[in-house]
C-alpha cells in the first residue's frame, strides 16, 4: 500500500547547487562525473530501487528471515532475485576503487544510491551495507594478498561481508572481549568464541561470506589493546581462488527483534574456525573503526530512509484522508469534509518532516564530500580539514540523524491516525525499522561521547573550531532584507549556543568529567541543529540566487526558501534550551545513588 | 523477563502528602477512606497486579487475539482466568457508585488500581477500561430502567462495554457518520452499519458486551448535531435479566497491529441489531464525551505506565550489565567493567524517566481528585474550580502524557543497548504499547486543540487563570535558601512562558486561526512542563516539611528533592523554546502548496 517516489529532484539539487560537484572535476574519480552522468545515475538508481527494492520491504518485514535446522538461514521471497538484480546492474560497486572491480566514483554519488537503497528497503541495504563496511577494513588494513583474494568478488557481490564485534557481555566495551584466536603452524589462526547481533550473519544471497572478527590472540594484552582483527571466510579460499572447505563458523540462532525482520540477525559461533589477521596483532580495534565509522554514516542514512519514506506516504495520505474544516474556514467546501492536509497540527508534522529529511541529505551528502575530499583533495591542508569536519560529524549524522529520523517517523505514523498503527498500512513498520538505528554502531550515547569527549579535543580543537568558522562564514554578510536574514541570524544565535556550550565543557568537564557526560547528548543535539541549520542557509541561498538569475525549478526553489524559514523558527530554538540544560551540569544528575531509583 | 514492582511508596507519598486525602473525610465516599484503608488498598491492588496480570503480558504479546470462523474472538492464555479474579477481587468496581453495586470510593483509589493494571498489562487493562467508561456514559445519560438493567452487571465485571465511534471513513470527525439507526415500533432501534478500530469488540472474558454506538436516526440534522447514541448488546437482555437472542453485531475481522495484541481491535458490523436510545436524540456526541473525557485520563496513564514499567526494568538492567568505566574513574575496579548505571548518558536517561512518571503520577492523581472534588466537594465555587480545572488538564494529561511516555519507553528501551531491540527482553513491546497511546480517544493533535482552541477561551479563559494563580501561589513566598528555590523560580518562569503564549494567541489567533492551529502542540507541551513543574514544586515542598520534621522516610524524601531539581533543570528549559516557535505564528507553516511537499 506505501508507496516510493526517489527524490531525484532534492538530490540533485544538493549535488548541483550546494555540493557544486562539477566544480571538482580535477580530482581523481570526479573527472568523468558530468552533471550529466551524475543525473542518470541517480535517476537510474531512484528506478531501480523503487521498482525492485521496495516492492520487498513490507512484504520482508511480514515474513522474516527463516534458520533451518541444519544452521542455513533463508531470506524473504524475493531478496535472491534482488540481490542478483542489484549486483548486476553494479549499484553496489560505484565508489569503489576501480582496481578491484569498483567503478571509481565519488563516494556522493556512493551515499546517493545507499540513501535510495535504504529508503526503499532498509533490511535489503544493510546486506551490502554491511558487505561495504568489511570491504573498507580490508583496503585499509588488508595484506596484498588479502585485497586480491577477497576484494573483487565482495565488491562485485558474489560474496558478502559482517562485522563480529558484539558478545554476549561485552558490546560498548569491546575490551571485554573472549573470543580467542590461536596461531596456527600454516600461519592462519584458530577462532573459539561466540558472537551476537550479527547482522547478515548467515544467508542465502551469496556463496560465500566473509566475516570480520575480532579476537584475542593468546598472550595480548588485557582490555582494548590486547584484540586483533581476523578474517573468518564461511568458505575457506583456495589459492586458485575457488570455494574450500567449510569453515568452523555457523549461525547458532537467529533473533526476534522489533524490525529490520528481513535482515538475519545471527548468534555466530566460532569453533575452531580457520581465520587471517589483518593488519598488526593487538591492532584491531584501530582496523575495526575505519569499517564502524563508514557505517556510521550508512546508519545515519537509516534515520534519514524512514523518515523520508514515511514523510512521503503521510505527504499522500494527508491528501486523501478527508476529516473535519481548516480553521480558518472551509478549504473545499464542495467535499463533506476537507483533506487533512489542511489542518495545521498536521502540516506541522510534515514541515517539521520536510525540513529535516532535505536538510539531513544535504548534510549526510555534504559529509560524503568530505570523504571524498579527505581523500582526494589537491592538497594536505584541504585533505586535513575535510579529514577534520567529517570525524566531528559523523556522530552528529549518526546520533542526531537517527534520534530525529525515529520522531519523524514517529510523527509521520501520527499523520495517518488510528491507520498508523495497523500493520498493512505500512507506516508502523517504518517506526520499528528506525528504532535499530539509534542503537547499533556505537549507542546514540556513544555518539554524544565521541562528540564531545574526543573529537572535540582531538587537536586542541582543530576541528570544532573550524565547524564555527564555517557557519560564521555562512552567516556574515547576509543582508537584512535577504529572504534567509531571519534563519541567519537565528543560526548565528544557535552557532553562539553551541560555542557557548564548547567554552563551558572547557571551563567545567576538565576537572568533573561527568559535567561531560552530563551534556554530551544534548552538545550532539545542538550540533545537529546548527549543522542542518548551514545546509539549510547555503540552500536558501543558492535557491535565492537560482530564482534572482530566473534559473531552475521555480516550485522547488521558492520552497526551499520557505522551509528553510520554517527550519529557523522551528527547530533552531531549541538550541538555547540545550545550551541550558547543558549548563545545569553533572549534580543532579548523579547525585542519587542507585537505591534511590528503586520503588 | 521484565518485573514489575508496584510504585506503592510513590503512590501513597502522592496521596498523603500532595493530595492529602486524609483531609477531605468529610466529603461523601471519601470518610471511610482511612490511611489505613488506602494503604491496605494501594498494598493488595499492588500484588494483584505483579502477581496476576503482569505475568500475562509478554505472553498476551506474542500470543494476541484470534479471531474465528464464526466470528468469536478469544484472548490469550490465562486471561479469562485472570479476568475472573479481578472482578472477584472487585478491583475494577472501587470507585464505581454503590447503587450500583460499586464500591463508592474516591477516583483517587479508582486511578490508583488502574494505574497498576495498566502497569502489569495495558491490553488487559484495556477491557474493563472500556467497560469503565460506557458505565460513565450510561450514568451519565441512561435511563433508569437502562441503568438498572446494565449497570449493576458491568460494574461486577460479569458484561463488558465498548465505545462505538469510528467508521471506516470518519475518525476525528465523526459528523461525517454513516451507521443509522431505524426507529422500530417496540420503541427500540434497528442499527446498521460498520464501525472500525473497536477495542475489546468482542472476545470471551464476558458472557455479554454492552456496545454503545453512534448512529444517526433517518432525518436528523446534517453532520455532527445529528447524532445519537444507542446502547446495542450483543445479547439482548430479557425484562427479567436473563440473557435472550443474540444481536446483530458480529466481529467481521479484528486487526493486526504494531502493539497491545492481547486487546481485539475489532470491525463491528451492525446489521438490523436491536439498540435502544441512550439520552436525547441527537444529543449522542455529548453522550459520548462523558466517556470520552473519562477513557482520556486513562490513556494518559497508558502513557505513564508504559514508562513506568519500562523504567523499572531499565533500572535493574543498568545495575546488572556492565560495560566500561566511569568518566570520574572506575567505580568498582574489584570487577572487570562497572555497571551501565554508572554512566552519566545512562543516568541522565533513567532521571529523565523517574522525574516524569513521578511526576505524571503525581499530575494524574491530582486530576482524580479533581474529579472527586467536582462532583463532591461542598460549595458549588469548589465544585466548579475543580471541574475547570480537571477540564483543562485532561488535553494535558492525556497528550503531554502519552507524547512523553512514549519518548521515556524508547529512552528506557535505549538503556538496553541491543538488548532493547530483542522481543524477549520485553522492552520493544513497551514502546510498540505506549505508541496507541498517542492516537486513540483524539490524537494528540485534537488534544492539542482542545486545550488551545476550546479549554483555553471557555468562560472568558477562568480555568487557565486560575490554573496561572495556582502555579503562581505556589512558587510564590519560597525563599531563596529553600532547597527548591531554583525550581520556583524556573517554574515561575515557565508559567511565565505559559502565560505569555496564552497572550500572543489572544492577539494573534483570534484574527488568523491558523496561528492558534501552528502554536497548538508546543502550548500543550508547555502546559505539561508547568504542570508536572507544579507536581514537583509541590512535592518538594512536602518532602522538605517532612525532612525538617524527622519524618517518613529519609532516602525517598531526599530523592525527591534531587528529583524536583532536576527536573527544574533538565525539562523547564524547553518552555521558553517552546514559546518562541509558537510565536513564529503559521505564516511558515502554512504558507506552502501541496505540490511543493512532493518529491
Redesign the interface.
Known sequence: MPTF??????TLFVIEEILRLQDYAALPGFENVSPDIVRTIVEEAGKFTAEVLFPLNQSGDRQGCTRHEDGSVTTPEGFGEAYRAFCEAGWDSIAHPEEFGGQGMPQVLGFTVKEYVTIANQAFGMYPGLTGGAVAAILASGSDEQKATYLPRMISGEWSGTMNL?EP?????L??LRTKAEPQADGSYSVTGTK??ISAGEHDLTSNIIHLVLARIPGAPEGSKGISLFIVPKFVVNADGSLGARNGVSCGSI?????IHANATCVMNYDGAKGWLIGEENRGLAAMFVMMNAARLGVGLQGLAQAEISY?NA?QYA?DR???RA??GPAEPQQ??DPI?V??????M??DA?AFTEGMRALILFGALQVDLARKAGSEAERQAADDLIGLLTPVIKGYGTDKG?DIA?NM??VY??H?????WGM?QY??DA??A???EG???VQ??DLAGRKLAANGGRAVRAFFKLVDDECAGVGESSPYADLAQRLAKANGELKAATMWFMGNAMT???N???G??HYMHIAGLVALGLMWLRMARAAQAKLAAGDGDK??L??KL??A??YG??YL??A???R??IE?G?A?????P??????
Open positions: 517516489t526517489p527524490p531525484v529532484r532534492d558484539t557481555h561485552c558490546g560498548t566495551d575490551g571485554l551476537i547481533f533473533e526476534e527483534k522489533m524490525g512521503q505527504v491528501q478527508r476529516q473535519g480553521l480558518s463533506s469534509a492536509f489542518h495545521s497540527d498536521v502540516r506541522r510534515l514541515m520536510k525515529y514517529t505514523q501520527q491516525g488510528g498508523g498503527y495497523i500493520r498493512e508502523e517506526v520499528r528504532r535499530i539509534m542503537i547499533y549507542t546514540n550515547g554524544a561521547m568533573n568529567r561527568d561531560l557526560g552530563a554530551a547528548h516550485a522547488l521558492e520552497a520557505v522551509t524559514r520554517y523558527e522551528r530554538p531549541d538555547g534550551a540545550l541550558r540544560k545545569a553533572a543532579s544528575m548523579i547525585e542519587l542507585v537505591e534511590a531509583f528503586a520503588r
